[in-house]
């Protein structure tokens, strides 16, 4: 069956640094544009990151331009989060999306919670 794993998060403090990890199962990953999204309590979740199936484009929220980076391993079924000079407003769940551009078929993780405090 389908399987999205986050794993990776933590208490980091301040200015710190740590690295999610999304590893999948069931389908194609290669095929799918895999993204990470947040959720903070009491607010929407939202987009953090994308990275294509095809050519790897990037993309980010202005917010986590610089600090962040997401990167494909496809040979592992692993998307990654690099996330740096974390803030106190980066706490939050932090999931996984696959999504066919094909199909529309959309598959989540269970999230990994980031909690970034001194």
């Known amino acids: 069956q389908v399987q999205l794993v986050e794993s990776g998060g933590g208490l980091v403090q301040p200015g710190g640094s740590l690295r999610l990890s999304c590893a999948a199962s069931g389908f194609t990953f290669s095929r799918y544009t895999m993204s990470w999204y947040r959720q903070a309590p009491g607010k929407e979740r939202e987009l953090v990151a994308t990275?294509?199936?095809?050519?790897?484009?990037?993309t980010y929220a202005d917010s986590m331009k610089g600090r962040f980076t997401i990167s494909r391993d496809n040979a592992n079924n692993t998307v990654y989060l690099q996330m740096n000079s974390l803030k106190p407003e980066d706490t939050a769940v932090y999931y996984c999306k696959a999504l066919s551009r094909r199909s529309w078929t959309t598959y989540w993780g269970q999230g990994t919670q980031v909690t970034v405090s001194s």
């Open positions: 990275i294509t199936d095809v050519g790897g484009t990037t």
